[in-house]
């Protein structure tokens, strides 16, 4: 059964950092690429990084280009997201994604999604 499990959120004030994790289970293949997302109150679901498991090339919203990192372990199947300089406009519940198919950052791309963790940026 697969299983995504994300882990780091919490409150933090403007400019400050957080790390966010996500263990990925259940896996025959390793997948093609993993994401993040996020969704703030009364907004659709965006994508915020992704990284493909082979070569680990990345790719980053405009929103967060320069202030977020993704990196993957394909030893522990996790992917991370570091997130430094945080703004209270990051403020938002946050998913991890994977997908076996097209590595892009487009919803519609990913099969298996996390129940989410919470980041809260204050001003």
């Known amino acids: 059964q697969v299983r995504l499990v994300e882990s780091g959120g919490g409150s933090v004030q403007a400019g400050g950092s957080l790390r966010l994790s996500c263990v990925a289970s259940g896996y025959i293949d390793r997948p093609e690429c993993m994401a993040w997302f996020r969704q703030a109150p009364g907004k659709e679901r965006e994508g915020v990084a992704r990284?493909?498991?082979?070569?680990?090339?990345?790719y980053y919203d405009a929103s967060v280009k320069g202030r977020f990192t993704i990196s993957h372990d394909n030893a522990r199947n996790t992917v991370y997201l570091q997130m430094n300089g945080l703004k209270p406009t990051d403020t938002a519940m946050y998913y991890c994604a994977v997908t076996r198919g097209v590595c892009g950052l487009m919803q519609r791309f990913y099969e298996d999604w996390g129940q989410g963790t919470q980041v809260t940026v204050s001003s």
């Open positions: 990284i493909s498991t082979d070569r680990g090339v990345t």
